[in-house]
């Protein structure tokens, strides 16, 4: 048995007891060609491996509720010459000891099996609409059901969106998952130290990404967690930059948001901090700004808050600055009530973070912001991009900042899991070093 197939059934299980009767059938994701005869790295889906902890594609999972619940594999049989070409399978009998499977079938009689298991069932749920392949072949099951009418079987009479119960469960991370997070966050910050270090007037964005994937990779990490954003001077105001390709130059700020993959989990960091190693006033006067927005939106994560409070605390507080550096006019009420600080902070404060970068989970309940409670791990990262224009100071002008942190809500308060430097003395000294 592997060493977390505990973990896994028990999640299947928990999905089980939340469906009821019925059958559950999700997925893993296909391969995707990148040209020719050569595929794009393969990741597994999310929602997938989260109820299997099974890596390798053409993979599904089937869950059976009722009086006899079952746990069941679909995958690829063992293949001594494609395993020369790719590597190892499993093979359905290995799977279903190895990740603590009640049964375990070829994935290529995954047509002739899904109509007998949905035979005489009240529900489907899978993810509807993710796919239209996968909803085609959904379809072809059901109706295979339907043409046994007349010998008095019948088709599930309800199709059920199984994000209903995964997100939610996904939402609130276990102690397996927080162990994963705290890695991915680890190697990530030191990723960050690194790059830091090896900035320097002359140099190019490009050759600060290098310095981060190879520290992902040394660290352990399956690589990034996402495209990384290495965006110095103007290019800093570009929310989702990956060029990744100027010059860095004496006198800018370089923003980067880059992390890494680990178990499956990822970390999600930006740190804004000068070339130089040495902030002029106006850059100190604007970051200082959005590490003031963002502890006071990490004060606002706690059991019980709502999840909008953080964003209004970092809003408040950057609204007020804006004002006070000359970027805006007018009372702070007035300007949060008019949004006329999206002008300069036009996204949110933070989201949800897990498997996925932005992960599974709903952010309000019946029209309402939901109270986090703990478990729930959410990112905070306030921003200000301030682009060239006549009423904006001399001084201000292309600066774009962004501190990012991942935050574990905890039973008291909340645990900040990230840890690169990020007040003014310390990116000054680190980068001194």
Known sequence: ?????????????????????????????????????THYPYRHDSYFYWLTGFAEPEAVVVLVGGREPRHILFCRERNE??????????????????????EAFAYGTLDAELPRLLENQPQLAYIIGRDMAWDAKVVGWLNSVREKARSGVHAPSRLVDARIWLD???????????????RAAEISGGAHRAAMRATRPGGHEYEIEAELLSAFRRGGAAGPAYTSIVASGANACVLHYVFNDKPLKDGDLILIDAAAEFGSYAADITRTFPVNGRFSAAQKDAYELVLAAQAAAIGAVRPGSLWNAPHEAAVRVLTQGMADLGLLRGEVDGLIESEAYKRFYMHRTGHWLGMDVHDAGEYKLKGEWRPLVPGMTLTVEPGLYIRPADDVPEAFRNIGIRIEDDVVVTETGCEVLTTPPKAVAEIEAWMRG
């Open 81 to 102: 010459e494609r395993e020369i070409w790719d590597g190892f399978r499993f093979g359905p009998d290995a799977a279903r000891e190895a990740f603590a499977f009640d």
């Open 168 to 182: 939610e469960m996904r939402l609130v991370k276990d102690g397996h998952e927080l162990a994963l997070m705290r």
């Open 1 to 37: 048995m592997q060493p977390d197939s505990a973990i896994y059934r028990a999640r299947r299980q928990r999905v089980i007891d939340q469906m009821g009767e019925g059958v559950m059938v999700i997925a893993t994701a296909p391969e995707v060609a990148r040209n020719r005869d």
